[in-house]
Structures are given as C-alpha cells and as structure tokens.
C-alpha cells in the first residue's frame, strides 16, 4: 500500500462516525466489521505483528495508530566485537 493511500484510508476511517479504536501501541490492525463500521485495534508494536491478524480472514490493513506513540525506527547500533589480531 502506498503512503497516499494509507494516509487516504486513515483519514477516512477517522472521520467514519462508525468507528472505533481499541490498545494505545504504534500500529493497529483497521478491520471492517460490517455496515460500513470501521475498528481500530491497536495492540501491535510492530506492522510484521500486525500483518498476520488482517489476513488471517479479518478483512482490513494496518495503519499507524492516530493517537499512540508512533512507529520507532529498529535500533541502528550494531554491538562491536573485539578486533582479532593477525
């Protein structure tokens, strides 16, 4: 999914006055659960936990959450390890 059509979505799951959101974590599974209702569950750190949950047969997409702590970064630091000698 592109970052348009995210935001695109987000936007108008949060202006859905059907919708509903649950867990404060950075990502959120966004399932349609009929009748134009939209939920939010939020309980995913990451989006390759998330992934899983919306095509397990829950017919949705994984969004950043709009209220939570947002997505980090994965840590960059590599730990350095002794330098053998020749």
Known sequence: MTTAGAALAAAT??????????GDA???AVIEIGAGEIYWDCQYRTVEQCVP????????????????PGPTAPSSRR????????
Not at 13 to 22: D, M, R, T, V, W
């Open 13 to 22: 799951g949060l202006h859905s006055p059907a919708a509903s959101a649950f």
């Open 26 to 28: 950075p990502w959120c």
């Open 53 to 68: 949950n919306v095509i397990a047969g829950n017919r949705g997409f994984c969004n950043v959450n709009p209220y939570g």
């Open 79 to 86: 730990s350095r390890g002794a330098i053998k000698g020749t």
